[in-house]
C-alpha cells in the first residue's frame, strides 16, 4: 500500500521533464499511471484516501445508467461493492494546455447483492493539471451499441 501511495504521488507531482523523452510523452505517462491508481487499484482494493486525493472536490460522474454522482457518492459506491475489477484497453489521451481528455474502452467486473456483474463499456475523463498537479474534473461512461 506504501509503494502504491509513493507511486501517486510522484506521478502527480514529478516535473514533465524526468526521465521523459518529450513533454507530451510525459504528460501521457502521468495520466495513465494515474487513470491506472484511479480505475484498477483505487477501484480494486477500496482505497478511498487515494481516490480522495484524484478526485476534485466537485467531480461529477455519469454512470451508464445515466446516473449523475458526485464524489461522495462514487466513494459509497466503491466502499459497497465486492472484488471491483477494471481493465483498461485502447486508451487514447488528448493534450489541450493544462487539460487531458481520456477515452478509452473498459471491462469491469464486481459483485454485487451477492451476483457477479460483469459491464462493458467506453469512458470519458477529464483531468486538470493544478498547481503541478493533475486532478480528475469528471467522467461519464456508456455502453456502445456493439456491447449490449
Known sequence: MRKLAL???????APDGLAQQ??????????????????IQGYGTKD??????????????????GQILSKAEL???????QSWRCTIEDA???????????TARYTQRYIQDGKLI??????????Q???GRWIALASIS???EDVR
Open 7 to 13: 507511486l501517486i504521488v510522484v506521478a502527480m507531482n
Open 22 to 39: 518529450s513533454p507530451v510523452s510525459g504528460v501521457e505517462s502521468k495520466i495513465v499511471a494515474l487513470e491506472r491508481a484511479w480505475k
Open 48 to 65: 478511498l484516501r487515494t481516490l480522495d486525493a484524484l478526485l476534485d472536490p466537485a467531480f461529477a460522474s455519469v454512470s451508464q445508467r
Open 75 to 81: 466513494l459509497r459506491r466503491v466502499q459497497s461493492r
Open 92 to 102: 487514447n489521451i488528448r493534450i489541450h494546455a493544462d487539460t487531458v481528455i481520456v
Open 118 to 127: 460483469v459491464e462493458r463499456g467506453r469512458w470519458v475523463d477529464s483531468w
Open 129 to 131: 493539471q493544478r498547481n
Open 142 to 144: 456508456v455502453v456502445p
